[in-house]
């Protein structure tokens, strides 16, 4: 072999380790670089993942668009799903009971989850599933109470369609209980409003400048069918199979002025009829038409809050409507109702313990209902529906979450007697 030639192929031997070594580094460092990547990408995922699902970190809830605060959850976050919910339980003692039908009482009232997603900046699903009296059973149920696809347009005008909460009074929208004093919600927004009050509809809603916020939406009726002395609790259709024959129309406008900072004053508005075509073996049940006229106020300042309501109704064809459902004449469903509370509350806590990390709100509740207001001629006024109630109680709150209750309410009926009660209750949102 020629001199040269054993000099180049003693070099290459030598060299051949090194070469080797190289690649060797090279893929390693491939290696090193592919696995970077995908951790990176799963860090990502796993980011995202936290974003859409878990419980935000913050401890209060913010109400949006008329919702509950636990309710308005979707519409704080980013993109994906959102899961939230409440619940609420009590135990109830009637003072001087003297029936069976008045003995004391314990209920999981209701615990409900709010499931809802947002596909994007303009459109956004959200649902509220009740589950009641800690059964499916006899006594509980299963019901859907909120479920809408919002379309989000402008902040003056945007659109919404679905299962929706009619918005009328205090609680029919913000019904979650660190949000109410009290451990039963005021009666006038039971029997006048009622109070949890969904039906099947379309509408606008949106705010006018800084100050003003509407709600505006056309929804199945009532049907009268289920009106009583008592009130038109009965007639709600839920948004299961409803009968559209007859529909309504709703408003409500609330307006906070700046110049008043914890001030807010506002009012709703409902029409429709109620007859939807039905018949009963007497004859044809009239149209029926209802309206429902509410004005509301609230002031919050520091650890005082005050509420007032005022509700009102008036039924058109009403002795035609007793007589067809064969009502009794002393029980009939009235031609106009009434009811009307005040309450007000404020925080001692700071004053007893000089912090603010909890609060402790002693609140005083006066309210008068009146569900036989006016009665059509030939029937009497069931005065039994006709009271008024008298409610003091504390609300605690270890976390601004999660509240314990005690209440103790006294009913003064203009016919009749009713129990006090003494109740105890406990809630939560998240």
Do not use: C
Not at 64 to 71: M, N, R, T
Not at 228 to 253: M, P
Not at 284 to 305: C, N, S, T
């Amino acid at each position: 072999m020629a001199p040269a030639l054993r000099i180049l192929f003693a070099a290459l031997v030598i060299a051949a380790p090194a070469i080797a070594d190289d690649d060797a580094v090279r893929a390693r460092d491939d290696r090193i670089a592919d696995l970077e990547r995908q951790m990176g990408v799963l860090v990502d995922e796993l980011s995202r993942l936290r974003t859409q699902v878990a419980v935000p970190e913050e401890p209060e809830l913010k109400s949006f668009y008329g919702l509950g605060p636990a309710a308005s959850k979707v519409y704080g976050s980013n993109r994906g799903l959102s899961i939230g919910g409440y619940g609420e339980a009590f135990y109830t003692n009637f003072v001087g009971d003297e029936s069976d039908s008045d003995r004391d009482l314990s209920d999981f009232l209701r615990f409900v989850t709010y499931i809802g997603y947002k596909f994007n900046e303009d459109i956004v699903f959200n649902s509220e599933i009740e589950y009641e009296h800690a059964s499916t059973g006899e006594a509980g149920s299963v019901s859907v109470e909120l479920a809408t696809l919002d379309f989000f347009w402008k902040p003056e005008v945007n659109f919404r369609a679905g299962l929706m909460l009619l918005p009328m009074g205090f609680l029919n929208e913000v019904h979650e209980p660190p949000f109410f004093y009290g451990v039963q919600r005021p009666e006038t927004e039971r029997r006048i409003l009622p109070s949890t009050w969904r039906e099947n509809g379309v509408g606008l809603f949106g705010k006018i400048g800084e100050s003003i916020e509407y709600r505006t939406y056309v929804t199945t009726g009532f049907d009268a069918t289920g009106f009583s002395d008592s009130g038109i609790r009965g007639g709600r259709q839920k948004g299961s199979k409803a009968l559209a024959e007859d529909l309504a129309w709703v408003i409500r406008a609330d307006w906070t002025p700046e110049w008043v900072p914890g001030l807010q004053l506002g009012g709703s508005f409902y029409v429709g009829d109620s007859g939807q075509d039905s018949e009963t073996a007497v004859g044809d049940v009239p149209d029926a038409q209802l309206w429902i006229g509410e004005a509301h106020a609230q002031y919050r300042k520091g650890g005082f809050h005050s509420r007032a309501l005022l509700a009102y109704s008036q039924l058109s064809d009403a002795s035609d409507l007793n007589a067809a459902l064969g009502r009794p004449q002393a029980r009939p469903i009235a031609s106009k109702m009434l009811g009307a509370y005040g309450e007000v509350a404020y925080d001692v806590w700071p004053w007893l313990f000089g912090n603010e990390e909890k609060a402790l709100e002693p609140f005083l509740r006066v309210e008068y209902v009146d569900t036989q207001f006016e009665v059509p001629s030939g029937y009497s006024a069931n005065r039994r529906n006709a009271y008024w109630l008298y409610t003091p109680g504390i609300n605690f709150y270890p976390h601004p979450n999660v509240v314990l209750k005690i209440e103790y309410r006294n009913f003064n009926s203009r016919g009749g007697t009713r129990p006090d009660e003494l109740s105890l209750g406990m809630g939560f949102a998240f």
